[in-house]
């Protein structure tokens, strides 16, 4: 599938699940922030994806945050991530790359945007196909 039509498919799944207006939701939209979801939201989102792409998503799928050792000093100081755990975080967190001052560990999960669901499915399409 192509980041194109995925896109749009978790555009679709995302405004059933949230209610919000379809043009409300681009790529860049961050479903806490900008869109208002929960946790239970995100229950029902990665429900939904994965009977839309009739994949497998790991609950731990979208737990890419909380896999990071934060008493190791090279991921996180003082609260906040270390470069090398921003530039580790940034194919899955595309708004870390525009970053300009240190991000705090919990600003990082309101960060979870249309797009970092996509790379999310893309990366279990990619496993079923193997």
Not at 32 to 43: M, V
Request: hydrophobic share 45%; glycine share 6%.
């Amino acid at each position: 599938m192509e980041r194109v039509e995925g896109l749009e498919l978790i555009k679709e799944t995302v405004v059933d699940c949230l209610d919000v207006d379809p043009d409300e939701v681009q790529p860049e939209s961050r479903l806490i922030d900008d869109l208002g979801a929960d946790s239970l939201d995100f229950i029902d989102i990665i429900f939904n994806l994965e009977k839309a792409f009739e994949v497998r998503l790991r609950e731990g799928d979208l737990d890419f945050l909380s896999r990071l050792d934060l008493s190791n000093p090279e991921v996180a100081q003082g609260g906040y991530l270390t470069e090398t755990a921003m530039k580790d975080l940034s194919p899955w967190l595309p708004e870390l790359k525009n970053a300009t001052a240190p991000v705090g560990v919990g600003k990082a999960f309101s960060m979870i945007t249309i797009e970092t669901l996509w790379l999310v499915v893309e990366e279990a399409l990619k496993l079923a196909e193997a």
